[in-house]
């Protein structure tokens, strides 16, 4: 290979240094950016471009020159799909190259690439080879084949389209981006013009392409995008400090409903990456997610609610779908944000419950000024009369129904007794979730009224957080139990124990009094509380068992599915 020097060579290695310089500065400053490999890949594909035409340039004989010359269409093949890919990601056609279908707009340039080597014997390309000495320097004149339009025509084709989107970019976009079309639109044209002229021999006397020699100029341009007008850092910025630290997850869809971009906290919710997404159905993306794809599929306004998971692991998300339109309101695609409603909804359950609480408290509170003004009243005056009438019998001497007046004022007591200790439970002012604990008082008060000491165990389990209709109910078979024995058992002692799986509550009560025959011969006045006992063992979806022998005493076992019986459960061993 032979060489020689020639001014001429400064242009094109100052266009090799900018192109290359601008390559490397973005692939190592603005790596991340949207449109950084393209602009890297056309920055190269240029850099090789005018490098090689200098080496051609400086070339003294035939030999050389057109080895660098073949070399050459390697850039002349495929500057032409980077630097439409470039303008594409710009203007927004992101789903055209990120697909890989984007990938046969190279088949031709290689094909081409290939077929170059093969002129000296087939001139598809190029034919009748020979040096001309016409000029400043000697440059290859030569006769074109067939396949050359072809080439040319294609790479014509692609670079007026990459220029038709930046027109149309230039002037429909705001203009806080149009310096930035502008920057590009102005580089692109310095490169598609000057070689249109030297490829269509509209001007005879130009015999050599100086278009590599542009490549500084348009490169000095793209330069003043970047550097001044921010080309890659404008948006990229924006989406970072707006979108991308988000804790809410955003993803925008085009109107075919394909997924365009989503932010990271997307990216963790669907649990895929947003190059794993792009260009993907957004049914598709969150297959993952039925509820989610079908709350979208199914929605029925600008928002939806779906949950994920389940208990207390489970979390509700809510989601809103806008429009993004455009010129003349034409709709381009959807903004869909989704974030985190859990702690929200936890947080209008807890006010919900607080109301049902005050609304549970002031009926309470009625409910006992009305038992105490009105039932416990009457009964305080049946006893008082009772014992009165007594006595007044016995001073005139009748005493044949002493007894049964004793009888029926102690009844009125009891039943007086009673109403007061249901009146101070009902009207304690802080209303207990803790079935445990409520049970703890009833056990205490029923030591003071009758005198029976009561073993209690409830070691195994702690419940709180009850629904109401389960603690209720519970409460209620556990303290008429405990007034069975103290009427009718004659016991020395009660024993109460809780134990639970995880499924099931059981509790029991046992006591050692005198006991009696199952079914037939129950102490009179405790068929109906036992029957009461069961419907309520029943509406919980459980059963009652009562096991008793005359002088063995009682033992009343209580099961109950704990299934929907509690929102928050603590376990304590």
Not at 28 to 36: A, D, N, V
Not at 109 to 124: M, Y
Not at 213 to 237: D, K
Request: positive net charge.
């Amino acid at each position: 290979m032979n060489y020689q020097y020639t001014p001429f060579l400064w242009p094109l290695l100052f266009s090799t240094a900018i192109t290359a310089f601008l390559g490397v500065y973005a692939l190592i400053r603005r790596r991340k950016s949207k449109g950084t490999i393209s602009f890297v890949l056309s920055m190269a594909v240029l850099s090789v471009w005018a490098l090689f035409n200098a080496l051609e340039l400086s070339g003294s004989d035939l030999k050389t020159k057109l080895l660098w010359a073949n070399l050459q269409y390697l850039s002349y093949g495929y500057s032409p799909v980077t630097l439409f890919a470039m303008c594409a990601e710009f203007t927004g056609h992101d789903r055209l190259v990120k697909s890989r279908r984007f990938l046969w707009f190279a088949v031709l340039p290689t094909v081409i690439f290939a077929l170059v080597w093969t002129d000296g014997s087939f001139g598809l390309i190029r034919y009748g080879f020979h040096l001309s000495f016409s000029g400043a320097v000697p440059v290859v004149a030569k006769q074109y084949g067939p396949l050359f339009y072809v080439h040319a025509a294609y790479s014509f084709a692609l670079n007026l389209f990459s220029w038709f989107l930046l027109v149309r970019a230039l002037f429909s976009r705001s203009a806080v981006y149009r310096k930035q079309t502008l920057s590009l639109f102005l580089g692109l044209s310095l490169i598609l013009f000057p070689n249109f002229l030297y490829v269509s021999h509209l001007i005879p006397s130009y015999r050599h392409d100086i278009t590599p020699a542009l490549f500084g100029p348009a490169g000095l341009f793209a330069a003043w995008g970047i550097f001044r007008q921010n080309l890659f850092g404008l948006v990229s910025l924006a989406w970072a400090t707006v979108v991308k630290n988000m804790e809410v997850g955003v993803l925008v869809l085009d109107q075919q409903g394909d997924v365009l971009d989503m932010n990271p906290a997307c990216e963790q919710l669907l649990a895929c990456t947003a190059p794993q997404a792009i260009a993907r159905p957004f049914g598709e993306v969150c297959a993952a997610i039925p509820a989610l794809a079908a709350a979208f599929s199914e929605r029925n306004g600008p928002s939806v609610e779906f949950s994920i998971g389940a208990g207390n692991a489970g979390r509700v998300y809510a989601a809103e779908i806008s429009p993004i339109t455009g010129k003349g309101s034409k709709t381009l695609g959807e903004l869909i944000m989704i974030w985190d409603v859990t702690e929200k909804k936890r947080r209008q359950q807890e006010l919900l419950d607080r109301q049902w609480a005050l609304a549970v408290e002031e009926e309470r509170a009625r409910t006992a000024r009305d038992l105490h003004d009105n039932l416990s009243q009457i009964l305080g005056f049946v006893s008082l009369q009772a014992q009165g009438v007594r006595y007044e019998l016995e001073q005139a001497g009748i005493s044949t129904v002493s007894n049964r007046l004793d009888r029926l004022a102690t009844a009125a007591q009891e039943a007086h007794t009673e109403l007061r200790v249901y009146i101070r439970g009902i009207r304690e002012p802080n209303f207990e979730r803790n079935l445990f604990t409520i049970i703890r008082q009833d056990l205490r008060f029923f030591e003071e009224r009758t005198g029976i000491p009561v073993t209690q165990d409830f070691s195994e389990c702690q419940l709180e957080g009850l629904e109401p209709h389960f603690l209720l109910n519970v409460r209620y078979i556990v303290h008429e139990a405990l007034n069975n024995v103290g009427k009718h058992a004659a016991a020395r002692h009660v024993a109460v124990s809780a134990s639970r799986s995880e499924e099931t509550l059981q509790i029991t009560v046992e006591d050692d009094g005198k006991g009696f025959v199952q079914e037939t011969t129950a102490p009179d006045g405790t068929k109906f509380g036992l029957g009461i006992m069961r419907e309520r063992a029943e509406e919980l979806g459980g059963t009652l068992e009562i096991t008793s022998k005359p002088g063995k005493g009682c033992r009343l076992t209580l099961r109950i599915p704990m299934k929907g019986a509690k929102r928050n459960e603590t376990v304590a061993g």
